[in-house]
């Protein structure tokens, strides 16, 4: 509910009706069309002379619906609160329409999923619209969303499980090679061993699991985000060898090319702090700072 004197602006995307994914009902239409259709619709329903237009974005959804004229005088406010009431609630799907009514579909609205009592008003038609429920259980999104992609977890949390994790693959190497009967090089660079998901957690406490369950992706995310140390292929984690990135591309016009070269390192190298033999590449093909004095 909004003031009269309210105007909206919308760019419709995702496709979702008042309780969950929108229902084609035509096929006549393409998806988007009916979708843009249907949200001019409730526009028209709220009260609004709702006009379209078309953004000039790099995007296949650019289609957007202005409201900023209404079809009613204020006087009329009472009604068209009620007329709004029972369109969303002729949308409301089966599943959370009340048992213990007689419930019955509209054959003419071409909708499998929604659902229309029959012989029956909106319950509360006698009631100050102003003080009814639109959708009874509705909560709204919070004003800012919380990320949950491990970006907000602390940096010194964060940075003791990619180094216990790097010292269980760099350890599962150690092991099978005290098994190994055969000569170890000892020059070779230690990748370590890559583990499955499950095998990795089961190597975490449970404080830790459980700080990682609240984030989306849990424990992979997290390892997907440090991808300088980690590379996660079909469920396994394996330790990163830079060598075996794929160099740029060599016809890159000389301009990038000396960007490139000359690009600043505002990184430390991880392997170079932590990895028990040292960095892989050498510090002028590395990426990352081999040292606080290469940092700029």
Not at 42 to 52: A, L, R, T
Not at 124 to 152: H, I, L, Y
Not at 207 to 230: A, D, P
């Amino acid at each position: 509910r909004s003031s009269y004197s309210c105007c909206y602006f919308v760019l419709p995307c995702c496709f979702f009706d008042f309780h969950g994914k929108y229902s084609r009902r035509q096929s006549k239409k393409t998806q988007y069309r009916e979708y843009l259709d249907f949200v001019s619709e409730v526009g028209f329903v709220c009260g609004f002379h709702v006009e379209e237009d078309c953004l000039r974005i790099p995007s296949t959804k650019r289609v957007c619906l202005i409201g900023k004229n209404r079809t009613y005088s204020p006087v009329q406010c009472a009604v068209m609160d009620k007329q709004i009431a029972q369109y969303i609630h002729d949308r409301q799907p089966c599943a959370l329409v009340s048992h213990d009514r007689r419930t019955g579909f509209n054959p003419n609205d071409g909708s499998d999923n929604v659902c229309k009592e029959a012989g029956t008003e909106f319950p509360g038609e006698e009631t100050d619209s102003a003080g009814r429920v639109w959708m009874p259980g509705f909560q709204p999104r919070e004003k800012e969303e919380q990320v949950r992609n491990c970006a907000t977890l602390p940096r010194d949390f964060v940075d003791d499980v990619v180094l216990r994790v790097a010292n269980l693959l760099l350890n599962a190497t150690q092991e099978k090679s005290c098994h190994n009967t055969d000569s170890v090089n000892t020059n070779t660079w230690n990748q370590g061993e890559s583990l499955s998901l499950k095998e990795v957690a089961e190597h975490l406490n449970k404080e830790t699991l459980k700080r990682l369950k609240s984030e989306y992706g849990g424990l992979q995310t997290l390892l997907k985000n440090s991808h300088q140390v980690f590379e996660v292929l079909n469920g396994r984690v394996h330790i990163r060898d830079w060598r075996k990135e794929k160099p740029s591309r060599k016809n890159k016009p000389e301009v990038k090319r000396r960007l490139s070269a000359e690009a600043f390192k505002t990184r430390l190298c991880w392997f170079f702090l932590h990895h028990p033999d040292g960095c892989s590449l050498p510090s002028e093909s590395c990426p990352y700072a081999h040292g606080t004095e290469e940092l700029r």
